[in-house]
């Protein structure tokens, strides 16, 4: 119980760190201080600064893509796909660190977690392809796909940092509205 309490503080702290400052401005110093841990107990938990940024991807990745699962659960053509926005939307605002990271990381090469990026891809953004691929049986179901995902995603950073006063109906609508 506390060793999973330790790495979720190390992780939650990293992510926040990271969001804000990038992976390479963000030491390991600086995450165990965030933390409230020793620098050790980064190393022991993940290893590695790169190993506890995978982690991090993963875990993420895999928490979201379950939530877009969920919320267009049943559901088929247009009313998946306004599920999968708004589920998308509700996330970004609920891990707000998560999506600035996704933005910030996901096209970067060269990384030794671009494995684990690729979920988002593969994961994410698939389940999007999904929907798209049933609505839309003529369109290229993956580029129409990460081009959805990436409105909102990028809407939603928008919408939080740019533009608070605005309700997720707001934003939701917004990028329905490119779409229909």
């Known amino acids: 119980m506390r060793t999973t309490a330790t790495r979720d503080h190390i992780v939650e702290a990293a992510l926040s760190l990271v969001a804000d400052r990038g992976f390479t401005a963000t030491s390991v110093d600086d995450i165990a201080s965030a933390a409230g841990v ?12 790169s190993g506890l940024f995978e982690a991090i991807i993963t875990e993420g990745v895999a928490r979201l893509t379950a939530a ?8 088929h053509g247009r009313d998946a796909l306004e599920a999968l926005v708004s589920e998308l939307l509700t996330q970004i605002r609920a891990h707000p660190d998560f999506a600035k990271l ?15 990026i690729r979920l988002v891809r593969e994961e994410s953004m698939g389940t999007f392809a999904v929907v798209v691929a049933e609505t839309w049986p003529d369109r290229d179901a993956s580029l129409t796909a990460a081009a959805l995902f990436g409105a909102a995603l990028l809407a939603g950073l928008e919408w939080l940092v740019f ?3 605005r309700t997720l109906e707001d934003v939701r609508a917004a990028v329905l509205a490119t779409v229909h």
Request: hydrophobic share 35%; glycine share 10%.
């Open 38 to 49: 020793a620098k050790g107990s980064v190393f022991y938990n993940f290893g590695s600064k």
């Open 68 to 75: 877009l699962r969920a919320a267009s659960d049943g559901l």
């Open 163 to 165: 533009q608070p006063e």
């Open 102 to 116: 996704m933005v910030a990381e996901t096209f970067r090469t060269g990384r030794s977690w671009q494995d684990s």
